[in-house]
């Protein structure tokens, strides 16, 4: 499928959800999936790197956050005193805090991609605590103490302002999926799956390893920034605890996991299935069994679908006779012969 | 002058090592290394476990860097050069023990140096030629059969076909086997062998590092000696062979 006919199915199954939505008649809908869509962005952009790289990003709150307090900072500069106050439209804001993310990944990607494994994920879980201690300092965007973002109560054509930050998500997330399903079928998913596998015979093979990690590092932390601009206007009290909470790294590193880390499908369907078993359990039971929720379903994941669902559906439908007879196993200590 | 000198050289050599050094903390892992390569030459570099031959590859390929001496290749000087680069120059290698993309099927294993050499270089291809390249380069090497399996479903000596097959998509000028045939069988061996001869006559330059001696005084035309670092011998394989401190090092 072309990615233009792909895009507008995207925008056709977005429109109905929409509509859908709006049928619903109870904006609470609209509340639970802006969650549920903040999360289909953050797992997608962490797919890119985490999941067609293999390098594992534990500093998704960092990025998430910068794209948030870029908008404060924003938001303070126009709207200052009494004097004057200029809104600025939510896609700007948006496209700052992509922008400021995609820099500090790219620089992230910079000073930390030599490093591999375990050690990289560490990087990237400093990178999260230091950013956060840099705001708690920094005053000017309300330090410890948080700040106010007044939420407008409606918007033309619309309605309540709640919807419109859905749509916008919604799209948001329709981008990234597009972003993260042209990347798989280009030169670049192949380069991405070259480095996830072996970095030693990609450059070998003629693959700039380190340029398609920056590209990826820099793609990747944009787009959670773009995820996390709205996120003051959502919440209307921006704190850096909530900001920075480690459940932004853990939620966008399960969700894929559970759905599949190979395809821009397995982030989707691991959010939407993830993301709305929260959503529910928040309302239904409390908002802190979440976590026990996500820790209980990585567990049974990684012992039953190692592969998440995506694997799981492949192993069903290619499982054929010949891949259990005949194979060799392929050993790669094999005695070498000694003159 | 120098500029008339160098390209002079370039003309007979196409690879050329001057004054090579690598050490590892303080142990000496080669020690001034001076080599050789001509244009559409065979050459075997042989030496007993440990004495460098590895080494030597992973310098002259930029995954390790020389503190000391310079590697030329077709005229052009790599220092400083990342290993893809040199790839881009022609200048391939197949690893060791093998290194395909696991989670790839045979054929995009294949489809990765077309993508990121071949078509670096400017001479741009359909995406159906490179199909067509990709299923060509399988049926030199046998394996047109499992293009959609994955790396883990082949056996010792296809693997290292896979290898070898890999290392020709990028359409090298020179190729260097690191022990293309450790642990196959005599008639896996003969294959192997067979395979780099064709590649030779189509024009590659290449090099072989084996330990297996049968093959390597089969295929070599010239012998080169490694022993703890240092290069010890250097011609005809008959001679290099009686050389009394070749056989030292070998017999002890």
């Known amino acids: 499928m072309r990615t233009p006919t792909f895009l507008l199915i995207c925008l056709v199954i977005a429109a109905v959800v929409f509509t859908g939505s709006l049928a619903v008649g109870n904006d609470y809908v609209f509340f639970a999936g802006y969650v549920v869509l903040q999360y289909v962005v953050l797992s997608t952009a962490w797919n890119i790197l985490g999941g067609y790289c293999g390098y594992v990003n534990f500093g998704t709150a960092a990025f998430f956050a910068l794209g948030a307090y870029s908008t404060v900072a924003i938001y303070k500069l126009t709207t200052g005193d009494d004097s004057y106050s200029i809104s600025i439209p939510i896609p700007v804001l948006m496209l700052v805090g992509g922008a400021v993310s995609g820099v500090v990944g790219f620089g992230m990607g910079y000073l930390t991609l030599r490093l591999r494994g375990a050690f990289f994920s560490i990087a990237t879980l400093a990178l999260a605590v230091v950013l956060e201690t840099l705001v708690v300092n920094w005053d000017y965007v309300g330090g410890s103490r948080g700040a106010y973002v007044i939420r407008p109560e409606e918007i033309a054509l619309i309605g309540n302002y709640i919807r419109y930050l859905f749509l916008i998500m919604m799209l948001l997330a329709v981008a990234a999926i597009t972003v993260a399903r042209l990347i798989e079928h280009s030169r670049l998913g192949y380069g991405f799956a070259t480095i996830r596998d072996d970095e030693l015979a990609a450059e070998a093979c003629g693959v700039p390893t380190l340029r398609l990690k920056l590209i990826a590092t820099t793609i990747s932390g944009a787009l959670m920034g773009m995820a996390g601009a709205p996120f003051p206007y959502y919440i209307s009290y921006l704190q850096p605890d909530s900001t920075f909470a480690l459940d932004y790294a853990v939620n966008s590193i399960a969700m894929p996991l559970i759905g599949g ?76 012969a000694v003159p | 002058m120098n500029g008339a000198m160098n390209s002079a050289m370039a003309n007979t050599d196409l690879l050329q090592v001057d004054n090579l050094g690598k050490r590892f903390g303080g142990f000496v892992a080669l020690e001034n290394i001076s080599l050789s390569v001509a244009a559409g030459e065979r050459l075997g570099l042989i030496g007993p476990n440990g004495s460098g031959k590895s080494t030597l590859v992973n310098c002259i390929c930029g995954t390790l860097r020389n503190e000391q001496g310079a590697v030329r290749f077709n005229g052009r000087q790599l220092d400083g050069l990342a290993s893809h680069q040199r790839t881009r120059l022609g200048l391939a290698r197949s690893f060791q023990l093998p290194r395909p993309f696991v989670s790839m099927s045979l054929i995009d294993n294949i489809r990765i140096p077309l993508l990121y050499t071949v078509a670096a270089r400017g001479t741009g291809r359909s995406a159906q030629d490179i199909d067509t390249r990709c299923a060509d380069l399988l049926h030199e090497v046998g394996l047109e059969e499992k293009a959609r399996h994955l790396p883990r479903d082949l056996t010792q000596v296809e693997m290292r076909k896979l290898e070898l097959a890999r290392a020709m998509a990028s359409e090298p000028k020179l190729l260097i086997a690191d022990e ?73």
């Open chain 2, 180 to 252: 293309a045939m450790a642990g196959l069988t005599h008639s896996e061996i003969e294959e192997i062998l067979a395979l780099l001869v064709r590649l030779n006559e189509q024009g590659v330059t290449i090099v072989l590092i084996e330990h297996i001696m049968r093959a390597v005084m089969s295929f070599s035309r010239r012998l080169v000696v490694l022993v703890s670092g240092r290069k010890i011998a250097d011609g005809q394989p008959d001679d290099v062979m009686r050389d009394p401190e070749v056989e030292r090092a070998y017999l002890g």
């Open chain 1, 261 to 336: 880390t190979t395809s821009w499908v397995g982030p989707l369907i691991g959010t939407l299935l993830l993301g709305s078993l929260q959503q529910i359990a928040t309302v239904t039971i409390s908002s802190a069994v979440n976590l026990l929720l996500v820790g209980c379903l990585l567990v049974a994941f990684v012992i039953v679908a190692p592969n998440g669902i995506i694997g799981l559906v492949h192993t069903y439908l290619q499982r054929k006779p010949e891949e259990f007879v005949g194979r060799r196993r392929v050993d790669a200590d094999a005695p070498e």
